[in-house]
Nanobody
Framework: QVQLVESGGGLVQAGGSVRLACAAS????????MGWFRQAPGKEREFVAA????????SYADSVKGRFTMSRDNAKNTVSLQMNSLKPEDTAVYYC??????????????????WGQGTQVTVSS
């Protein structure tokens, strides 16, 4: 089992940058595929990015491709999401998630077993 805690959210102006971090507990962190999801007010939670246990980025949502970069450090049990060129539509609660699924796209929240509590990112225009 793994516990996830996100940090780094806040208020930023459009065009700015924010770096989110997700700290994981447990000695088996390196076995998990990790993902970032987000949920804007009044909308369903949506996929942002996913990274394999070895650090290969599996995919990004089209809406963030070229602006966001996901990475992980298995030695520190952390996953990060560097968000650049932020837009007001990036405003959402961002969630870190861990998946034990070994196949699939890893773009569906149903493929993830563990979730953090989320961190708010607000982008002002």
């Amino acid at each position: 089992q793994v516990q996830l805690v996100e940090s780094g959210g806040g208020l930023v102006q459009a065009g700015g940058s924010v770096r989110l971090a997700c700290a994981a507990s447990g000695r088996t962190f390196s076995r998990y595929t990790m993902g970032w999801f987000r949920q804007a007010p009044g909308k369903e939670r949506e996929f942002v990015a996913a990274i394999s246990w070895s650090g290969v980025v599996l995919s990004y949502a089209d809406s963030v491709k070229g602006r966001f970069t996901m990475s992980r450090d298995n030695a520190k049990n952390t996953v990060s999401l560097q968000m650049n060129s932020l837009k007001p539509e990036d405003t959402a609660v961002y969630y870190c998630a861990a998946s034990t699924v070994v196949t699939g796209t890893r773009r569906s929240e149903h493929e993830y077993d563990y979730w953090g509590q989320g961190t708010q990112v607000t982008v002002s225009s």
